[in-house]
Nanobody, 125 residues
Framework: QVQLVESGGGLVQAGGSLRLSCAAS????????MGWFRQAPGKEREGVSC???????RYADSVKGRFTISRDNAKKSVYLEMNSLKPEDTAVYSC???????????????????WGQGTQVTVSS
């Protein structure tokens, strides 16, 4: 079993920044893919970014150039640095872990095996 705990959400004005953290525990591996997803009220969950164990990354078009994903394998953690935030970034952000070991990561939520409880990010205009 793997447990994921997110932190770092909050309320920020448009144009501001937040850094989300996700700490993994349990039977995890530095080779596992990790991802960030978000779900806004009334909308489907969408992939925001993902990162492989070797550091390859992918981003949704809506966040490219503004968000940066990173990981610290020694700390079993993944981070999402969010800059130039917009009101449309408001959502519950969740981290997820895919036990697949590969050279690319997926942005589809059905690929992921474990999920955190989520953290609210609210961007005011």
């Amino acid at each position: 079993q793997v447990q994921l705990v997110e932190s770092g959400g909050g309320l920020v004005q448009a144009g501001g920044s937040l850094r989300l953290s996700c700490a993994a525990s349990g039977r995890t591996s530095s080779n596992f893919v990790m991802g960030w997803f978000r779900q806004a009220p009334g909308k489907e969950r969408e992939g925001v970014s993902c990162i492989t164990g070797s550091g390859s990354t992918r981003y949704a078009d809506s966040v490219k150039g503004r968000f940066t994903i990173s990981r610290d394998n020694a700390k079993k953690s993944v981070y999402l640095e969010m800059n130039s935030l917009k009101p449309e970034d408001t959502a519950v952000y969740s981290c997820a872990l895919d036990t697949l070991v590969g050279t690319m990561c997926a942005m589809a939520d059905y690929e992921y095996d474990y999920w955190g409880q989520g953290t609210q990010v609210t961007v005011s205009s």
